[in-house]
């Protein structure tokens, strides 16, 4: 269970004033939206992905277009809350608690083809369903998401999840809850622990910090940290993309006794013998294990890898979308953008990126039919609640040039284990989403 805290008034204070600031920044963006004139148009616009960033951006387009063709085009009945997923793998939420119908949060007026993707013709300006059904489009946003390749780890499958001290907390919320399940029993026993990363990009790249450090404190809750080794293995030479944000997790890791393997990249799982093999500089290297946390190699769905729309000299393994990191705007086809995970920029696939995306590609779009110049730019901002025990955060904000941006100086300081940042992200986050996601802030 989680536990009970006393927070003093300071504390409160704080919060209160924190809180207060993101409502009212979140309302003079609704606000100054709302009353933007509405642009008549006839323009086709189709929206690949209904996820985070696909929905946030038809909602915004629904309100300042006026007779616009919208489409959404994606085939999954739930939303899901995906910050969210931490907390269900360390016990502290049930597995709806992320879940939500993709219906609730469309306006109306957009249309929605519960299809995937199959094709885009860029030259033709149309999108191919699975089905076979073809969709004219004047603008295209790519926000499909991304694919959890799991196949890439050789003898695993998300059967196994839950089974034999094998934990997957990003393949979904029932994965989540079954990954508490088998890090339950870690707790209970002790062992061996160990929590890796992949080699290629990732959604929320704080995600396995942030799973460690809760099964950790887990364990020294229970009163069995004494009985287990918790090992932080990865292919990286660095524990975070940001140097200060690094180095301040390696202190944290050494205070904690959790060890680190660098340079180690998961290929394989014997499951029945609880053994993983790890790729190295010169060769494998095997390690036995009693809970085995698995981040999968993720890339961008096949119809954009094996496509043109991809970056033909970078992240050639992974496909992602060609596109400026400032506009969001494809390199060679003026009609498409991207934003979200698929988006082929060097940081920003986290929910708080789509914030700060979305309003540059509906500016862009808008700018293009009003024939004005578009002022909106995405500086890189990433935002990473990082959790270091139950109820305590680091509320970390950076940009591309790995600056960080806090939201509220003076009141949260960035790089300190705060009950405040805790609350950002256990309580305000949410809200905070569900309005971006309504195109409301």
Sequence with gaps: MTPKYSPNRRDFLRFGLASGAAIAAAHAASDVHAAAPAVATSAKIVIIGAGAAGTALANRLAVRLEGAEITLLDPRVD?????????????????????SKTTDWLPDGVRLIAERAAAVDPIRKTVSTETGQSLGYDFLVLAPGLILDHDAID?????????????????????????????QEFVETGGVGIFTRPATEMKCAGAPLKHTFLIEDRLTRAGTRNRAEIRYVAPQGSLFGVPIVA??????????????DMGRTLVSIDAGAKRATFRTETGTETQDYDYLHVIPPQRAPEFIRNSDLAWADRWTDQGWVDCDP????????????????????????TAASVKWQVPVVEDQILSILTETESTERYNGYT???????????MLVEFDYNNDLVPSFPGFIAPLEELWISWLMKEVALKATYNAMLRGQA
Aim: proline fraction near 5%; include cysteine.
């Design 155 to 183: 003898g695993f499958s998300l059967d196994m999840v839950g089974q034999n001290g094998i934990g997957a907390l990003y393949a979904g919320p029932d994965y989540a809850a079954r990954t508490w399940n088998a890090a």
């Design 326 to 349: 400032y506009t969001m705007h494809h390199n060679r086809y003026d009609a498409i953008w991207a934003v979200g995970d698929v988006a082929g920029v060097p940081k920003g696939k």
């Design 79 to 99: 939303h899901l809350y995906q910050p969210g997923l931490s907390l269900v793998a360390a016990g502290l939420k049930p597995a709806n608690y992320v879940v």
């Design 247 to 260: 180095e301040k997790v390696r202190m944290l890791f050494s205070e904690r006794g959790i060890a680190t």
């Design 383 to 393: 935002s990473c609640p990082l959790i270091t025990r139950i109820g305590r955060a």
